[in-house]
């Protein structure tokens, strides 16, 4: 052992007066002897940082004093402080090792240019769930109401921008008919987790998320369009439902829209009526953004009208009845016929007088 040695003797058993000291000093630095260690063991990143302390020993295991330390560590983002001097009297030197990316670091040193053996396991975690860093997107950002939908992912990542796993993720939407499935599970090793959404209403929705019950910033926008025309859902309607011949005309309305009832806007629609003597006119443009579209029937012939729709060619299960009623009597359109093959005179009879 490296130490100041008092050496003694006694000569046929009487103890000599005079002693001898002897420093024993340590050898040169031992790489297998040597260690390394950290405490903690594990950090968060971006945090506080590892305590690194390194012992240098000789082959015999005692402490080499006066030598430089220096520190080495693998990975990224790290910020290592080499220790401040030489090893002490204890043969002890230490530095610190903090970093900002989530991963294990292998640390190491060498004493005096010998690598020492060991090596010390730092585990450097993700930090708290950062609102502005994690993501979220939709995929595609637009669907038909009730048929689609749109795969919600949120991406949770530390203030520095590392994953974050076994976060638990809150998906909302804006807007009505909605269905919003919620991710199965936790944020996985790549911190993500995805949910869906699907809609009956057409509409923008704005999705949000909160992870582990931080609100992200970043919202996602998704367009919910409306589906193909249905012929069921939509309508015609007429006003007024009668109307004298030759006057008039009826309004007729048709509303497009889809099998979930949102309205179509930009639909082709066709009218078709019954009957004869019609004056027909079709919408003077296509349906409008509550998918309406009108247009007129008139006739000069008294019965009741049939009067249907298509939109877009598609036909409407729906038609409208339009009785059209006589007008009042025109002595000019009015006739007057006898139809006898015999016709009778009568005279009076010749009286004569009697004297």
Known sequence: MAEPKTVSATVTGTALTQTASVTVIAST???????VAAAPPSIAAGGAPTT?????KDGFGNPVSGVAVTLAATGSGNT?????????T???????????VAETKTVSATVNGSAVTQVASVTVTAGAVSSSQSTLTATPASFAAGGGSATITVTARDANGNPVSGATVLLTASGSGNTVSQPSGPTNASGVAAGTLSSTVAETKTISASVSGTALT??????????????????????PTSFTAGAGPATITV????????PIAGATVVLAATGSGNALTQPAGPTTASGVATGTLG???????????SVNGTALAQTVG?????????????ALAVNSATMVTWRPATRTAIR
């Open 29 to 35: 630095v031992s790489g297998a002897q040597s260690t």
């Open 52 to 56: 690194i302390t390194v012992m240098a």
């Open 80 to 88: 290592l402080t080499q220790p401040a001097g030489p090893t002490g």
């Open 90 to 100: 204890n043969g002890m030197a230490a530095g610190t090792l903090a970093s900002t």
């Open 218 to 239: 970043q919202t996602a926008s998704i367009t919910v369009t409306t589906g193909a025309v249905s012929a069921t859902q939509s309508s015609v309607a007429a006003a």
């Open 255 to 262: 509303t497009a829209r889809d099998g979930a009832g949102n």
């Open 299 to 309: 006739s000069t012939v008294a019965e009741l009208k049939a009067v249907s729709a």
């Open 322 to 334: 339009v009785t059209v009623t006589a007008g009042a009597v025109s002595t000019a359109q009015s």
